[in-house]
């Protein structure tokens, strides 16, 4: 069985031109499991853009592609799955109309929310914030007693998010998280993706060695 630790990257907040290639890079330098497209507060024609643009860079690795807050949508523009928040609408019916598509679940610090999401069929749980972060309001914290629970409880993953950099992801990995999500630390790596995504590999590498 696959127990690595993988990585789940995020987009940042403002899409610039040639971003495609940026992510293609990204993509080539690693491990990803998965993009997913978070554009809050975008229009839904500038998100279908945006889907077709980044999508195929995605899907032609192998990595799936996800779109946050909107299933319908992630249906109609071909996403692998959609990643859902406490927010988005009835996730059961999600779940329905996904299909055997990836459906994803925020849960922040809630050990009750997660077992909620459970139970209805999401693909994975994403527990956080863990570290401060600049990419959206903290309102929730995690800690990794909450990682280690759910890894010992359940077989459905758990993403980790929040403020994770190669610097400190150690005790996550450790902890048991099946995927960290990672947006500045990648995407304002002051080498570039590539480096970012090597960088965080590496942060990975080090500490499942420890924790074998």
């Known amino acids: 069985m696959d127990t690595r630790c993988r990585l789940y990257l995020i987009t940042p907040p403002v899409l610039e031109p040639g971003f495609p290639d940026r992510v293609a890079r990204a993509l080539d330098a690693g ?5 997913q497209l978070r554009l809050k507060d975008a229009p839904r024609d500038a998100i279908r853009r945006a889907v077709d643009a980044l999508r195929p860079v995605a899907q032609s690795r192998d990595v799936a592609f996800l779109l946050n807050d909107d299933a319908a949508l992630a249906v109609e523009t071909g996403c692998d799955g959609a990643h859902l928040g406490q927010g988005d609408g009835d996730h059961a019916a999600a779940r329905r109309l996904l299909g055997d598509r990836t459906l994803g679940i925020t849960c922040h610090a809630s ?3 997660a077992m909620e999401a459970g139970e209805i069929g999401a693909d994975y749980v994403a527990f956080g914030a863990f570290f ?3 990419t959206k309001e903290t309102v929730h914290t995690a800690g990794t007693d909450l990682l280690e629970w759910w890894s010992e409880m359940m077989e459905i993953p758990s993403v980790a998010i929040g403020g994770i950099t190669a610097a400190n992801c150690g005790p996550l990995v ?5 995927f960290l999500a990672v947006v500045g630390a990648v995407w304002n790596h002051p080498e570039g993706e590539a480096a970012g995504i090597r960088a965080l590999e590496a942060a990975i590498r080090g500490a499942s060695a420890d924790a074998a």
Do not use: I, M, N, S
């Open 31 to 35: 491990d990803v499991a998965c993009v």
């Open 111 to 113: 050990r009750h929310l």
């Open 132 to 134: 401060p972060t600049t």
């Open 174 to 178: 450790r902890a048991g998280a099946d």
